[in-house]
Protein backbone atom coordinates (compact mmCIF):
# COMPACT_ATOMS: atom_id res chain seq x y z
CA UNK A 1 0.00 0.00 0.00
CA UNK A 2 0.68 3.77 -0.90
CA UNK A 3 2.46 4.69 2.59
CA UNK A 4 0.59 7.89 2.63
CA UNK A 5 -2.56 5.51 3.53
CA UNK A 6 -0.82 3.84 6.63
CA UNK A 7 -1.41 6.49 9.15
CA UNK A 8 -5.47 5.44 8.28
CA UNK A 9 -4.71 1.51 8.06
CA UNK A 10 -6.21 0.52 11.53
CA UNK A 11 -9.24 2.66 10.94
CA UNK A 12 -12.99 1.88 9.56
CA UNK A 13 -15.22 4.17 7.89
CA UNK A 14 -19.03 3.72 6.54
CA UNK A 15 -20.04 2.23 3.17
CA UNK A 16 -20.83 6.17 2.09
CA UNK A 17 -17.04 6.93 2.25
CA UNK A 18 -15.87 4.64 0.10
CA UNK A 19 -16.06 7.18 -2.61
CA UNK A 20 -13.40 9.15 -0.81
CA UNK A 21 -10.77 6.29 -1.63
CA UNK A 22 -12.28 5.84 -5.21
CA UNK A 23 -12.00 9.25 -5.57
CA UNK A 24 -8.03 9.66 -4.49
CA UNK A 25 -7.60 6.81 -7.27
CA UNK A 26 -9.16 8.32 -9.92
CA UNK A 27 -7.42 12.05 -9.59
CA UNK A 28 -4.01 10.04 -9.28
CA UNK A 29 -5.45 8.62 -12.96
CA UNK A 30 -5.72 12.15 -13.91
CA UNK A 31 -2.76 13.13 -12.89
CA UNK A 32 -0.70 10.28 -15.04
CA UNK A 33 -3.03 10.78 -17.73
CA UNK A 34 -1.90 14.58 -17.56
CA UNK A 35 2.08 13.48 -17.50
CA UNK A 36 1.63 11.10 -20.22
CA UNK A 37 -0.10 13.71 -22.49
CA UNK A 38 2.78 16.07 -22.11
CA UNK A 39 5.21 13.84 -22.64
CA UNK A 40 3.96 13.31 -26.28
CA UNK A 41 5.60 15.53 -28.84
CA UNK A 42 2.37 16.82 -30.29
CA UNK A 43 -0.46 16.44 -27.88
CA UNK A 44 -3.49 14.39 -28.84
CA UNK A 45 -6.60 16.28 -27.30
CA UNK A 46 -7.97 12.51 -27.18
CA UNK A 47 -5.39 11.18 -24.58
CA UNK A 48 -5.57 14.60 -22.16
CA UNK A 49 -7.90 13.86 -18.97
CA UNK A 50 -10.72 16.36 -18.55
CA UNK A 51 -9.55 19.92 -18.48
CA UNK A 52 -12.82 21.55 -17.34
CA UNK A 53 -13.02 21.28 -13.45
CA UNK A 54 -16.71 20.83 -13.50
CA UNK A 55 -16.20 17.55 -15.89
CA UNK A 56 -13.12 15.65 -14.69
CA UNK A 57 -15.17 12.53 -12.12
CA UNK A 58 -12.92 14.06 -8.84
CA UNK A 59 -14.67 17.66 -9.91
CA UNK A 60 -18.23 16.40 -10.35
CA UNK A 61 -17.77 13.89 -7.00
CA UNK A 62 -16.76 17.07 -5.18
CA UNK A 63 -19.90 19.36 -6.34
CA UNK A 64 -21.83 16.45 -6.03
CA UNK A 65 -24.46 15.20 -3.04
CA UNK A 66 -21.47 12.30 -2.09
CA UNK A 67 -18.79 14.99 -1.97
CA UNK A 68 -20.75 17.71 -0.55
CA UNK A 69 -21.50 15.77 2.51
CA UNK A 70 -17.85 16.53 3.69
CA UNK A 71 -18.18 20.40 3.41
CA UNK A 72 -18.09 21.32 7.06
CA UNK A 73 -14.27 19.62 6.99
CA UNK A 74 -11.77 22.27 6.32
CA UNK A 75 -9.13 19.50 4.71
CA UNK A 76 -12.45 19.16 2.38
CA UNK A 77 -12.48 22.81 1.75
CA UNK A 78 -8.43 23.06 1.18
CA UNK A 79 -9.09 19.86 -1.00
CA UNK A 80 -11.60 21.76 -3.82
CA UNK A 81 -9.20 24.96 -3.49
CA UNK A 82 -6.16 22.60 -4.64
CA UNK A 83 -8.52 20.73 -7.02
CA UNK A 84 -8.69 23.88 -8.96
CA UNK A 85 -5.25 24.95 -8.76
CA UNK A 86 -4.42 21.27 -10.30
CA UNK A 87 -6.35 22.15 -13.09
CA UNK A 88 -5.49 25.70 -13.47
CA UNK A 89 -1.74 24.27 -13.46
CA UNK A 90 -2.81 21.62 -15.94
CA UNK A 91 -4.76 23.49 -18.57
CA UNK A 92 -1.49 26.04 -18.13
CA UNK A 93 0.81 23.57 -19.07
CA UNK A 94 -1.30 22.09 -21.78
CA UNK A 95 -1.19 25.76 -23.78
CA UNK A 96 2.19 25.96 -23.25
CA UNK A 97 2.99 22.89 -24.71
CA UNK A 98 0.47 23.27 -27.40
CA UNK A 99 2.25 26.72 -28.10
CA UNK A 100 5.67 25.29 -28.73
CA UNK A 101 7.02 25.52 -25.02
CA UNK A 102 6.81 21.69 -24.70
CA UNK A 103 9.94 21.42 -22.39
CA UNK A 104 8.97 24.45 -20.31
CA UNK A 105 5.51 22.68 -19.89
CA UNK A 106 7.06 19.34 -18.80
CA UNK A 107 9.32 21.47 -16.37
CA UNK A 108 6.58 22.44 -14.72
CA UNK A 109 4.74 19.13 -14.17
CA UNK A 110 6.15 18.33 -11.07
CA UNK A 111 4.20 21.48 -9.63
CA UNK A 112 0.93 19.84 -10.63
CA UNK A 113 2.32 16.59 -8.79
CA UNK A 114 2.81 18.50 -6.31
CA UNK A 115 -0.50 19.85 -5.11
CA UNK A 116 -1.94 16.74 -6.25
CA UNK A 117 0.24 15.42 -3.63
CA UNK A 118 -1.05 17.85 -1.17
CA UNK A 119 -4.68 17.04 -2.28
CA UNK A 120 -3.70 13.61 -1.04
CA UNK A 121 -2.75 14.95 2.28
CA UNK A 122 -6.43 16.73 2.23
CA UNK A 123 -8.23 13.58 1.45
CA UNK A 124 -6.38 11.39 3.70
CA UNK A 125 -7.33 14.41 6.83
CA UNK A 126 -10.98 13.90 5.87
CA UNK A 127 -10.82 10.23 5.71
CA UNK A 128 -9.44 10.42 9.36
CA UNK A 129 -12.52 13.16 10.56
CA UNK A 130 -14.88 10.41 9.45
CA UNK A 131 -13.25 7.66 10.40
CA UNK A 132 -14.12 5.15 13.55
CA UNK A 133 -11.33 3.44 15.29
CA UNK A 134 -11.37 -0.47 14.84
Excluded at 89 to 113: I, W
Aim: charge should be neutral; include cysteine; glycine fraction near 6%.
Amino acid sequence: PDPLWEPVRNLRWSRDDFSLLAMSMEHRRWVKQLAAGLALTVIDSGLLPVMDIRDCRFGRWLQGHEGQRYSEIAAFQAMNALHRDVHELGKTLVDRHRSGHVEQARADLPDVQELSRRMQECLQAVLIAVAKPQ
